[in-house]
């Protein structure tokens, strides 16, 4: 028998063996192509045992066993959790364009205080020399806008239903 014809029956029967053994199908995977590639090196030697499964199994085993000798102190997850979540550029482009409808509702004064301000960068001085205003109207213009889109952002959205005029739909 080659290795081929062996990997094609043995394989998933050694991997099923080495799930139970692992606790872990991740594990298991990885001791399966360890063992694989040893087997795979050396197969003039597997293939005149006795048994070859069972000398695979055995192979399996010990490298189970070194492993947990080799690497006692860490122990294995079955999940990576990201330390961060990333947000989906779906939600981030929806929000966006909530964003920018709820500005464009703004008084154009308020609107333009928020742009200059938070996508321009410019401290409040900087926007009072260039709307021609104080910096303490600024600070007024900026306040009443925040407070209008936080209004605006929290309040559940509402759609228009094009083929049946009155009818609201929560969103």
Same mark, same amino acid.
């Given at each position: ?21 692992? +606790? ?96 321009? +960068? ?43 005029? +009155? ?5």
């Amino acid at each position: 028998m080659t290795f081929e014809e062996w990997a094609r029956v043995g394989l998933p029967k050694l991997l099923r063996f080495a799930t139970v053994l692992c +606790g872990s199908g991740d594990l298991a995977a990885d001791l399966v192509q360890d063992v694989a590639v040893k087997a795979h090196r050396h197969w003039d030697r597997v293939a005149t045992a006795d048994s070859p499964n069972a000398y695979l199994r055995k192979m399996l085993v010990n490298e189970y066993l070194s492993w947990r000798r080799k690497w006692s102190r860490f122990v294995p997850r079955a999940e990576i959790v990201p330390s961060e979540q990333i947000a989906d550029h779906a939600n981030q482009q929806a929000d966006r364009d909530q964003l920018l409808t709820e500005l464009a509702k703004l008084p154009r004064r308020q609107r333009a205080v928020l742009v200059l301000r938070y996508f321009g +960068g410019l401290s409040d001085p900087e926007i009072a020399e260039t709307l021609g205003c104080s910096a303490s109207t600024v600070r007024a213009h900026a306040s009443r806008a925040l407070a209008a889109l936080r209004i605006e952002m929290a309040a559940p959205q509402t759609f228009h239903h094009p083929s049946r005029p +009155g009818v609201t739909h929560a969103h």
